[in-house]
């Protein structure tokens, strides 16, 4: 039902950064084949050692890491490696978490329970310099950008979805892959990448003050 | 009002007063004492309140109980989830505030308090308290006691040793020795005129610098203890936490996994439940209660995956509390997660609730077989039956509509709208 992975010429060189041996095994054995893991990391600094090191197309990259967590990471390895792409791979879904990562830089978000193959058809889209939002994600996305956000006042276009992103980030939530959006839209999928893309550029670009109240707003509730 | 604990030990066990952790004005003596006899807090207030214009008899019973009466082991809600606990004793979170009475609280013991007050004043004024000479020094002593014995509450010294600023408490208790230092020196000084005043504030001054040397080393030490206790003892029920649970849910699902390892499905689900209580225990506070929409489908999709061991990941975005028409909107929801988790064979079930400003909308998606909707006579007659009973007519009977799109192999998606106006409806009654 999903689409098969689209044929790579070389196979992806990945990075896996998780503070847990035993699910590092795992990962490796469920995505070895598909995609080239060639470095493993277990804390911060081994992670941007291994990354500047190996210089991967994608690096899967944890959330709670020893040493100041993922986005220490990207922030670390994007002062040398601006065009590093990461794609968070995390057993947490608290929106702190998820949007933080992708705050930080990360090009997308899964949760651990994804399984093998849709994990390496989302390292093949980050890898092709696209996003990658689960539906939990998409899910935050339009949480964040209704209601309290609803009202920016620094940057209108900025801090607003357009009704087509909107749409599209609707139907991820859904369950829906990005062919079937496609579909649904009546779209290609290039143009459903297109949407995707520009919605994590809003995300990690919208005013900070905004999400962040909106972050906190959530705690309460 | 009886020990039920003890009755069915079949012994009597003595019933304890102790005075609450939190939620108290001054030493938490009145709400102890009210909740050991039952009566409303007001009324104990009142009574030392009484009390004390007989002599201060009030205040002296307060300060003895004070003393007297140990804090309340079991303050802790027994609901709050272990993770939620064993982070609140070890600081890392703040205890939920003291409830809807916390605001009447203080503004009813002030109103007490400058009762008392004026009545106090008026005996004088009628001759029957102590001299005028005596009150203000008393009044002022009193103060000045309070704020050490506030400072020597046992509650207060874990915070007090363990607080780096540990200035303010030097402070407060500096202060409150001076108070009553100062009424020494004013009582003397009226008695005996001013030139007594500077011999009596140095006598004082040594007495209270050899008091402080006697006995500072002595509550300094104590102190120490106390809080190394406090703490290796939260430490210890914290780690007793930990093990209990991992012993009634991990322990005994690995146990479990070992012994059906063969069977994937079952392998599958067991594990999914368990990180599914595992994380509710850590965090459970997070999660909506089952009167929200969140919550409920939350909820119903635990329920299906522990019945038929497909996993359901349920994204919502806003939240509203249920009315009768909401309840129906999940049970619509619920009907649907079901059928897909019986009839598509689908790996995975997405679940997404969407509160908008115009309609609420709950949409269920497999990708598994799928069917015909418009297909009659065929093998699924009877499950087409039951969602047209139990999702369409249901969601209808409501005012809301139910669309149900599926094509063979493409899956199944139910499409579940209710206006908004509905599930707001009786929010305010």
Known sequence: ?221 | MTSTAADAAGGYEYRRAYRPADSRMIGGVAEGLAAHFGVNVFWVRLAFVVATWFNGVGILAYGLLWWLLPIDPDTEDPDTPAGIRAATRRGLRTPSGRGPQALSDPVQTIALLALGLGVLLLTQAVGWGLGTSALIPVLVAVVGVALVWRQVDQTRWNRWVTQPTGWAAVARLSLGLALVSAAVIFAVGQRSGMDALLDVSAVLLIAVIGIALLVGPWIYRLTRELGAERTERARTQERADVAAHLHDSVLQTLAILQKNSDNPRMVATLARRQERELREWLYGSRRPPETTLRGALDAAASQVEDDHGVPVEVVGVGDLALNPHGEALVRAAGEAIVNAAKHSGAEAIDVYAEVGGDDVAVFVRDRGAGFDPDGVGTSEAGTKMGIRESIVARMERHGGTAEIRSAPGDGTEVRLSMPRHRLDEGEES
Not at chain 1, 85 to 107: H, K, M, P, Y
């Open chain 1, 1 to 221: 039902m999903t689409t098969p992975a689209r044929p790579r010429q070389p196979e992806l060189r990945v990075v896996l950064v998780d503070d847990h041996a035993l699910f590092r095994t795992g990962v490796r054995a469920e995505i070895d084949g598909s995609v080239d893991v060639v470095g493993e990391a277990e804390d911060v600094d081994s992670a941007v050692a291994s990354i500047v090191e190996h210089r991967p197309d994608v690096v899967l990259l944890d959330v709670h890491l020893p040493g100041g967590g993922g986005t220490q990471v990207i922030a670390k390895v994007h002062r040398t490696l601006p065009e590093m792409r990461f794609l968070a791979l995390s057993v947490s879904d608290a929106a702190e978490d998820v949007i933080g990562v992708i705050r930080a830089g990360a090009r997308g978000y899964v949760t651990k329970s994804i399984a093998g193959k849709e994990l390496v058809e989302a390292i093949g889209r980050v890898a092709d310099g696209d996003a990658v939002f689960s539906p939990r994600l998409a899910g935050f996305v339009l949480d964040a950008f209704a209601g309290t956000i609803e009202v920016a006042q620094v940057d209108e276009d900025l801090d607003r979805l357009t009704e087509r992103e909107r749409e599209v980030m609707r139907l991820i939530a859904r369950g829906y892959a990005y062919k079937e959006v496609a579909k649904e839209l009546f779209i290609s999928i290039k143009t459903v990448e297109t949407h995707v893309s520009s919605v994590l550029r809003k995300l990690q670009l919208s005013s900070r003050h905004e999400l962040t109240r909106w972050a906190s707003d959530r705690r309460l509730i």
